[in-house]
């Protein structure tokens, strides 16, 4: 069994930064990638970012390019969300997962039902 647990969340003005982090556990852990997605009140989940767990290419939803970065921490088994300059448009629970595919292509990474185990979420408010 995988287990992902995110924290860093909270109550941010905007302007200002939060840092996200996943920690994973369990011996089956082992992904070809790793994503970011968020889910607002109503809305659908959404695709952040994504990152290779080898070779740690990135990729990132327009809206958050620039702001965001995704990375990670092979040996801690440990990914990050960095965010600056949130906006309120940023409030959402986020998400972590693990893709577990062979296929690795940014299209695959930016659809949710393409992964394997999902974190509990962390709330983020961003207030104007």
């Known amino acids: 069994q995988v287990q992902l647990v995110e924290s860093g969340g909270g109550l941010v003005q905007a302007g200002g930064s939060l840092r996200l982090s996943c920690a994973a556990s369990?011996?089956?852990?082992?992904?070809?990638?790793m994503g970011w997605f968020r889910q607002a009140p109503g809305k659908e989940r959404e695709f952040v970012a994504a990152?290779?767990?080898?070779?740690?290419?990135?990729y990132y939803a327009d809206s958050v390019k620039g702001r965001f970065t995704i990375s990670r921490d092979n040996a801690k088994n440990t990914v990050y969300l960095q965010m600056n300059s949130l906006k309120p448009e940023d409030t959402a629970v986020y998400y972590c997962?693990?893709?577990?595919?062979?296929?690795?292509?940014?299209?695959?990474?930016?659809?949710?039902?393409?992964?394997?185990?999902w974190g509990q979420g962390t709330q983020v408010t961003v207030s104007s």
């Open positions: 990152i290779t767990w080898s070779g740690g290419s990135t």
């Open positions: 997962a693990g893709y577990r595919k062979w296929y690795t292509d940014s299209y695959y990474f930016r659809h949710s039902t393409n992964y394997d185990y």
């Open positions: 369990g011996r089956t852990f082992n992904p070809n990638a």
